[in-house]
């Protein structure tokens, strides 16, 4: 009996995607090694840390579910980051929702002490909280371009393509959080 | 420009990194690819048919109980005619007025 070979790490992403497609899931394990700190990247900063290993799981899930439609038109990441974003959308409508049946408490900014040892200062600890909040008060859309762009460094380009939104709309999105965010922060004494 | 240099240079030094997965993570969501999806076709499929031989069903009933009750028409017809020549006939034969409102013991 011949032993099946395994898929090479070296393999490209497009390598990886047509081997799962055939349902070779170390392919996609590849494929989820690769990526996925990014993809977790980008839903924490859009969403946070609750959730945060649910809402990985559920994007690659949907990407194992919707490798046949994906026709190779654009990279592998753009798609995936696609599916990052609609999960994050759907996440973000969800705790609306619940925020309005309840009081929101900011739970993970109350439990989560810091360890004295190792961590930032009080400071450091307060221009975070005033970032997160003033992120928070961005649309979704604003928020999304700042992230992409800003934080996760993606490429104007690819932000276009992930959000199916014309690149002059990412621009025109990406001033105008940048300007809010500028506002929020001025609002809140910081001196940038 | 040099606002936006001065954000970048926030957000870059404020920036909260993601915590670690759980080390089960990878396996967990590898093991749950070949599980069914969430979307239950087979189930849906099954209360397609039985809706649908349900509706068939109802309006086979529909059908036989409407022709019954073509069929009960006509004596149904037969009967208020002749409900109505009896009635006519009493009102021609007594006063309309007191038949309707003076109430006479049948002796």
């Not at chain 1, 840390?49 to 949907?62: A, G």
């Not at chain 1, 439990?111 to 221009?127: A, G, K």
């Not at chain 1, 959080?177 to 001025?186: D, E, G, I, K």
Request: glycine share 4%.
């Amino acid at each position: 009996m011949v032993a099946k070979p395994r898929t090479s790490p070296e393999a490209t992403d497009s390598e990886l995607v047509h081997r799962s497609v055939k349902g070779d899931t170390h392919a996609f394990r590849l494929l989820y090694q690769r990526h996925q700190g990014k993809v977790r990247s980008l839903l924490f900063q859009m969403c946070g840390k609750e959730l945060l290993d649910d809402l990985v799981q559920e994007v690659f899930l949907r990407a194992w579910r919707g490798l046949k439609q994906f026709r190779g038109s654009c990279q592998f990441s753009t798609w995936l980051y696609r599916i990052a974003w609609n999960v994050a959308t759907d996440q973000r409508r969800s705790f609306a929702k619940r925020n309005d049946q309840q009081s929101p408490v900011p739970v993970e900014d109350c439990h989560h002490l810091p360890d004295p040892v190792n961590t930032p200062s009080l400071q450091h600890l307060h221009y975070q909280q005033i970032l997160y909040q003033g992120l928070d008060h961005l649309s979704a859309e604003q928020r999304a371009v700042l992230v992409l762009h800003d934080l996760e460094e993606v490429p104007q380009k690819e932000i276009a393509a992930i959000l199916k939104i014309p690149i002059g709309t990412v621009k025109s999105r990406l001033f105008h959080a940048r300007q809010a965010l500028r506002q929020y922060l001025s609002d809140q004494g910081v001196e940038l | 420009m040099k606002e936006d240099d001065a954000l970048l240079q926030f957000l870059h030094t404020y920036r909260r990194e993601a915590p670690l997965p759980n080390p089960e993570l990878e396996d967990k969501i590898i093991c749950q690819l070949h599980r069914p999806s969430g979307f239950p076709l087979d189930k849906i499929l099954i209360a397609i048919v039985l809706l649908g031989g349900g509706l068939f069903g109802f309006a086979r009933f529909r059908q036989w109980q409407m022709a019954q009750t073509q069929l009960n028409l006509d004596t149904l017809e037969a009967s208020l005619i002749q409900s109505w020549e009896v009635a006519t006939a009493r009102v021609e034969s007594e006063d309309s007025l007191s038949y309707l409102f003076s109430y006479k013991e049948d002796k």
